[in-house]
T-cell receptor, first 117, second 112 residues
Framework: EAGVVQSPRYKIIEKKQPVAFWCNPI?????LYWYLQNLGQGPELLIR????????DSQLPKDRFSAERLKGVDSTLKIQPAELGDSAVYLC???????????????FGPGTRLTVL | GDSVTQMEGPVTLSEEACLTI???????????LFWYVQYPGEGLQLLLK?????DKGSNKGFEATYRKETTSFHLEKGSVQVSDSAVYFC???????????FGAGTRLFVKA
């Protein structure tokens, strides 16, 4: 079974430029997560989707970040314009969904490492 | 709010040494607790979990016991291998919740 796929793996851009990250979750997984991981830190949730609906986007900086999950499968996370402080690893994860607490295992992609110059 | 604190790294051990990585948590209610591992260049993988007090999670020789009285979930392994070199993250997810809170991670280096 293929895991969570993310692209690109690395991205270097100038500040104020736009950037987009793509995620393809595991087939059949209804829940999709985008996390931000700063250097030396654990992942922090940006947004969670249940199918195509964003059910928790409280941590997403909506002035410059946007996300979509058309048709409830693939997802795209966008930053426009990027700032120096956005340099980090952006992780996508998916799970079967529908179960709270410890019953729903998340599977993570390898992440996209963004460097903003 | 909920939080996870784990020991700072890096931790450097020789092969076959014993490993303990400390993790404590603060949470309302009764969270599920997790250890994730991140190998170089890869995504986080679930290593083990425990969903209630006194449960012991185990996998690949690693163990952790959910201690409610000390709010701890320390990761242990009796004999580490070079291939265990990675970053280990302790995490919690509250009952009825969908948000996972991660610790800062502890990097482990195992020397041959």
């Amino acid at each position: 079974e293929a895991g969570v796929v993310q692209s690109p793996r690395y991205k270097i851009i100038e500040k104020k430029q736009p950037v987009a990250f793509w995620c393809n979750p595991i087939s059949g997984h209804n829940t999709l997560y985008w996390y931000l991981q700063n250097l030396g830190q654990g992942p922090e949730l940006l947004i969670r989707y249940e199918n195509e609906e964003a059910v928790d986007d409280s941590q997403l900086p909506k002035d410059r970040f946007s996300a979509e999950r058309l048709k409830g499968v693939d997802s795209t996370l966008k930053i426009q314009p990027a700032e120096l402080g956005d340099s980090a690893v952006y992780l996508c994860a998916s799970s079967k969904g529908g179960l709270a607490g410890g019953s729903d295992t998340q599977y993570f992609g390898p992440g996209t490492r963004l460097t903003v110059l | 709010g909920d939080s996870v604190t784990q020991m700072e790294g890096p931790v450097t051990l020789s092969e076959e040494a014993c490993l303990t990585i400390n993790c404590t948590y603060t949470a309302t209610g009764y969270p599920s607790l997790f250890w994730y591992v991140q190998y170089p260049g890869e995504g986080l993988q679930l290593l083990l979990k425990a969903t209630k007090a006194d449960d012991k999670g185990s996998n690949k020789g690693f163990e952790a016991t959910y201690r409610k009285e000390t709010t701890s979930f320390h990761l242990e392994k009796g004999s580490v291998q070079v291939s265990d070199s990675a970053v280990y993250f302790c995490a919690l997810r509250n009952t009825g919740g969908f948000k996972t809170i991660f610790g800062a991670g502890t990097r482990l280096f195992v020397k041959a």
